[in-house]
Nanobody, 117 residues
Framework: QVQLVESGGDLVQAGTSLRLSCAASRVIRSINTMGWYRQAPGKERELVARISSVGSTDYADSVKGRFTISRDNAKNTVYLQMNSLKPEDTAVYYC???????????WGQGTQVTVSS
């Protein structure tokens, strides 16, 4: 079992930056992907960005050029640097860990990001 703990959500103004962090409770040695998803009120949860254990990244079109995902495997932590935030980025952001070897997903509790105009 793995617990994911997110931090960094806040209320900010449009155009500013925010960094989210997600720490896993233990070292993940198998092939895995860590990512960030978000869910706005009344909408489906959607992928924001993800990064594999070897550093390959994938971004939603809506955040390309503004958000950067990174990970520190030594700290079992993934980060999401969000720049030029827009009101439409407002959502609960969830950290995800996908472990390929057992095809399992783990989720954090979510952290609220609110961007005011």
């Amino acid at each position: 079992q793995v617990q994911l703990v997110e931090s960094g959500g806040d209320l900010v103004q449009a155009g500013t930056s925010l960094r989210l962090s997600c720490a896993a409770s233990r070292v993940i040695r198998s092939i895995n992907t860590m990512g960030w998803y978000r869910q706005a009120p009344g909408k489906e949860r959607e992928l924001v960005a993800r990064i594999s254990s070897v550093g390959s990244t994938d971004y939603a079109d809506s955040v390309k050029g503004r958000f950067t995902i990174s990970r520190d495997n030594a700290k079992n932590t993934v980060y999401l640097q969000m720049n030029s935030l827009k009101p439409e980025d407002t959502a609960v952001y969830y950290c995800n860990l996908h472990m390929a070897i057992i095809d399992s997903d783990y989720w954090g509790q979510g952290t609220q990001v609110t961007v005011s105009s």
